[in-house]
């Protein structure tokens, strides 16, 4: 619906991801490793509470991370 179609998951946040070619390829991203003492359900395709879902486009135009959820 919101015409999103690559989601890649990674244990790096947006921060310390050490190569960023990959995200021109990809419309979301759920950074942040999973912590198994913060697993959520509150939020689809998030797995626990430190974790981000981030909109990849508009973060790499505005030049920093931007959440959707």
């Known amino acids: ?3 999103y179609h690559t989601m ?3 244990g790096f946040t947006w921060e ?3 190569e960023r070619g990959f995200l021109q ?8 490793p999973y912590d198994k003492t913060r697993k959520t359900l ?3 395709f ?3 509470s430190n974790q ?3 909109d990849v486009r508009r973060s ?6 931007v959440l959707l959820a």
Request: net charge negative; proline share 9%; hydrophobic share 30%.
């Open 42 to 44: 509150d939020i689809p």
């Open 60 to 65: 790499l135009s505005e030049g920093v991370p």
């Open 52 to 54: 981000r879902i981030i």
């Open 1 to 3: 619906e919101r015409g």
């Open 46 to 48: 998030e797995g626990s």
């Open 8 to 10: 890649v998951y990674t």
């Open 16 to 18: 310390e991801l050490p």
């Open 25 to 32: 390829y990809t419309d979301v991203l759920v950074d942040g």
